[in-house]
């Protein structure tokens, strides 16, 4: 079965940082592009980031770009989100998802599955 | 690229047909992903490329569309599939963008 398990979240003060892990098992994780994707306190969803199989080319949302940093290591079939200068508007659950293909900005991307999501509040 | 749904929400009874559109602001060719989010879960994929059923999905759902207008129906709905649902466009990236969605209540 394909899982991605996640953790990494909690309570944290503006201006803070704050990593999210995610584990994946089931598949072959350095076959497959991988995403974060958060959805803010009764809103919808907003992509975040994005990386290829192999970490060699990544993408971010403006309103994170400089202050988020996705990674990824295969030998542990991990995927991480360093967040950094966290703001207010940046509290969310956050996703952890999985590509249909190895790269990223393909038109025929789609995300399947997602992880169980991880609540990241920042408030002071 | 903007992807807008109609209705934002929307009231029906088991057995009912619904339909939902997503319109995109630009052509995004056939390249439009359907999600079930149930409250508290994850979303989930249902379709992908306008008509394309997720394995293990019930054949009810179904996707048509093309350009920018798409339309995700449920036939016969069933007491589980009343959940948010959302469009999502992979044509033009960076950024996915993801619709609103569409809250389907039980009437």
């Known amino acids: 079965e394909v899982q991605l398990v996640q953790s990494g979240g909690g309570l944290v003060q503006p201006g803070r940082s704050l990593r999210l892990a995610c584990v994946a098992s089931?598949?072959?994780?350095?076959?497959?592009?991988m995403h974060w994707i958060r959805q803010g306190p009764g809103n919808g969803l907003e992509w975040v980031s994005s990386?290829?199989?192999?970490?060699?080319?990544?993408g971010y949302a403006d309103s994170v770009k400089g202050r988020f940093t996705i990674s990824r290591d295969n030998a542990k079939n991990s995927l991480y989100l360093q967040m950094d200068s966290l703001r207010t508007e940046d509290s969310a659950f956050y996703f952890c998802?999985?590509?249909?293909?190895?790269?990223?900005?393909?038109?025929?991307?789609?995300?399947?599955?997602w992880g169980q999501g991880t609540l990241v509040t920042v408030s002071s | 690229i903007q992807m807008t749904q109609s209705p934002s929400s929307l009231s029906a009874s088991v057995g009912d047909r619904v339909t939902i559109t997503c319109r995109a602001s630009?052509?995004?060719?056939?390249?439009l992903n359907w999600y079930q989010q149930r409250p508290g879960k994850a979303p989930r994929l249902l379709i992908y490329?306008?008509?394309n059923l997720q394995n293990g999905v019930p054949s009810r759902f179904s996707g048509s569309g093309s350009g920018t207008d798409f339309t995700l129906t449920i036939n016969s709905l069933q007491p589980e599939d009343f959940a948010t649902y959302y469009c999502?466009?992979?044509?033009?990236?960076?950024?996915?963008?993801f619709g609103q969605g569409t809250k389907l209540e039980m009437k």
């Open positions: 630009q052509s995004i060719s056939s390249y």
């Open positions: 089931g598949f072959r994780f350095d076959d497959f592009a």
């Open positions: 998802v999985k590509d249909r293909t190895h790269l990223i900005e393909v038109a025929s991307s789609y995300f399947d599955p």
């Open positions: 990386i290829t199989w192999n970490g060699g080319s990544t």
């Open positions: 999502q466009q992979s044509y033009h990236t960076p950024p996915y963008t």
């Open positions: 490329t306008t008509s």
